[in-house]
């Protein structure tokens, strides 16, 4: 049996991402054969009267591997966590139709904020029962974007694909 969840952005009001049920990766090409995967574990932001922003803070970022290739990654050369502690992404136009969601907004990586396009679909609103017996308000969307790192300032050599394709989704909560 399948359930059907209406689905519309909320333009008014404030909902804030659930740190918990959100999350945020990329994916990157690796010498031309394989897809390689690294994750970030702080998304926090809000969807304030239709203007969606979030960020991530970029020492969360988890690649699965060694503790030296974190430290490699943290470094000048890719996102530079000396000088740029997190990632922030800033809606300019946000609309769906249907489940599907346009996002149009600046995104900010080491430093550099640019355009972009993103995509994706939204779930929701929806009320959804809390372990004290009390419901509340969520929305989902899940988008995605691909850039290149370049135009970033991220820089860094060993094997990685210029284009990098990240992936965001959240669970929003009516405030």
Known sequence: MSTTVPASIPATGTWKIDRVHSSASFKVGHHVVATFRG?????????????LSGSVHTETI????????????????WFDIANHKTLSFRSTDLHAHGDRLHAAGELTIKGVT????????????VPVPNRDGSSSERV???????????????????GAADEVTIEVSLELVAQ
């Open 39 to 51: 994750h970030f574990h702080e998304v926090s932001g809000a969807l304030e009267d239709g203007i």
């Open 140 to 158: 989902g969307v899940d988008l995605t974007t691909t850039v290149n790192r370049r135009e970033f300032g991220i820089i860094g050599e060993g």
């Open 114 to 125: 640019k355009p972009v396009e993103i995509s994706g679909s939204v779930r929701g609103p």
């Open 62 to 77: 988890d690649v699965g591997t060694l503790p030296v290739f974190k430290e490699h990654l943290l470094g000048a050369d």
